[in-house]
């Protein structure tokens, strides 16, 4: 009787025939795979790309030595996959799982493929829980929900690494897992992010996965999808919700063209190749909020993409922007006004939308942006225009106090329930007699009188996220003495 054998326990050998850059050249490989894992003469490893006719195409993602033409060439047939576990918060790793801060090495728990498939429409379920970002113009206004695609897009130098990592810090204490991937940025950018880390406690919920721009291409290209499947790791096996920030899908792009030019692919617009589209696509697909059977964990994809002098039309930029379920766009313009976060409501926009934030929020902010945009428009013409009237200032006025409340400082996430409180005090007229540059310290002092006495009235906002009547009435009764302490 004839023997089953699975070829899979074997190992099949082959021979380096060509080097170019980060691309080998291997002959002999007859039953391999793409994304398959293979070892070049045990001082180098790299990852099937590609097939020709005579010999198949290795990009090489990790090198200790050189490598020459007829090097011995090891694969096992098995998926590249990536070790990943709960030891891994706390730690910074690079593209292949290994750790790069000397704190010792990483006990894994388990493996997850790094092109893992994501999951069908029937093991999802719609978004309802917000993520909490602590920058008050997305929580107000475009807000985010566990499990959603958020873009963050914008030129260079317009606070887009600001709001991701304000929004890592903001999840602490709230059982998110956060994941920060770093693709082609300089060290010292990333010893900055790990300084904040390090700053504010961030380590106990997250992780770092960085491909510098001094690794080699296979690394930069590899990382968001192992930053995405050790996130799969805490959502599927862990059941909680996770947070991973792509720092940025510009650089992964030019990455994964200077690889496809080394290997011969035609080039289409700007020289990227045919399945750019895919290779990002098949990425932010795999995040989502999974059914109570599957666990009921989520996983929130950030997305940072640059654009060059505000083109959001270009390939890159209009690729992300329709596969993602929202952009948050930074305005240079802003930016140059003092306006920060420099975040455009025109062209910024949550489709998840209001569904998913505190009711106590969605009241408070229901005509909250398009006064906003009004002011901004009203603004422009009396640039252009002398001589307003004095209902014109005062309206200008109270879109200026209105400007005042949204901004904020970097790395200093705001609370929800501050916010709700914030939006309370403009709604019910404490900031009408107000001026613009007074606006900031007045709220400051009234939050921490407010939190001081009436402890228990923000207690039960925090619990219950909604502004109840008895809620109101001891707000307004505190907020009205703090405004005439004779009363």
């Known amino acids: 009787m004839p023997q089953k054998v699975n070829l899979f326990q074997f190992k099949e050998y082959g021979e380096v025939t060509e080097i170019r850059q980060d691309v080998v ?25 590609g097939f020709d006719t005579a010999y198949v195409l290795v990009l090489l993602v990790s090198q200790t030595g050189a490598i020459k033409p007829g090097d011995r060439v090891m694969t096992t047939l098995d998926d590249f996959r990536i070790p990943t576990g709960t030891e891994f918060l706390g730690r910074m790793v690079n593209a292949l799982g290994e750790p790069l801060d000397r704190k010792g090495r990483i006990q894994s728990d388990t493996t997850y493929p790094i092109f893992n498939s994501a999951p069908s429409v029937l093991e999802r379920i719609p978004l309802t829980e917000v993520l909490e970002t602590g920058t008050k113009i997305i929580d107000m206004l475009k807000p985010v929900g566990r499990g959603q695609r958020m873009l963050l897009i914008g030129d260079r130098m317009t606070g887009k690494t600001t709001v991701a990592v304000d929004a ?87 990455a994964y063209r200077q690889i496809s030019l080394l290997l011969e692919r035609a080039p289409g617009r700007d020289a990227y190749p045919g399945d750019i589209f895919y290779i990002h696509s098949q990425l932010v697909e795999r995040a989502g909020k999974m059914r109570p059977e ?23 930029p209009s690729n992300i922007v329709s596969m993602t379920d929202g952009q948050i766009y930074m305005s240079t313009p802003l930016f140059g006004e003092g306006f920060k976060p420099a975040i455009d409501m025109g062209l910024s926009v949550s489709r998840i939308g209001s569904r998913v934030q505190w009711p106590a929020m969605k009241k408070l902010t229901a005509m909250l942006q398009l006064e906003f945009v009004r002011y901004k428009e009203l603004e422009k013409l009396t640039r252009i225009r002398a001589g307003a009237s004095a209902d014109v200032e005062e309206r200008l006025k109270k879109g200026k106090v209105l400007e005042e409340l949204l901004k904020q400082d970097q790395n200093v996430p705001v609370p929800m329930h501050e916010q709700v409180l914030l939006l309370f005090i403009l709604q019910e007229g404490f900031l009408e007699h107000v001026e613009p540059d007074e606006v900031k310290g007045l709220l400051r002092r009234t939050l921490g009188a407010l939190e001081k006495d009436s402890p228990e009235l923000v207690e039960e906002l925090i619990r219950g996220r909604e502004l109840t009547d008895d809620i109101r009435k001891g707000l307004h009764e505190h907020l009205t003495r703090l405004q005439n302490p004779a009363v």
């Not at 989520?298 to 505000?310: A, D, F, R, Y």
């Open 168 to 254: 890592v810090l903001n999840q602490k204490g709230k059982d998110v897992i956060c994941i920060y991937c770093c693709i082609g940025k300089s060290e010292a950018a990333v010893n900055k992010i790990v300084e904040l880390f390090d700053q504010n406690g961030v380590w106990e919920y997250g992780v770092i996965v960085v491909a510098a721009a001094s690794d080699p291409m296979g690394q930069q290209y590899l990382a968001p999808y192992v930053a995405a499947s050790i996130g799969e790791y805490f959502m599927h096996d862990k059941d909680m919700d996770v947070f991973v920030v792509f720092d940025d899908f510009t650089k992964h792009a030019w």
């Open 294 to 316: 599957r666990g009921g964990g989520s996983m929130t994809h950030m997305p940072i993409v640059e654009t060059l002098q505000g083109d959001v039309a270009g390939y890159i």
């Open 25 to 49: 050249h291997v002959k002999g490989l007859t039953n391999c795979m793409n994304g398959q894992l293979v070892n070049i003469a045990d001082n180098a490893r790299g990852v099937i790309v």
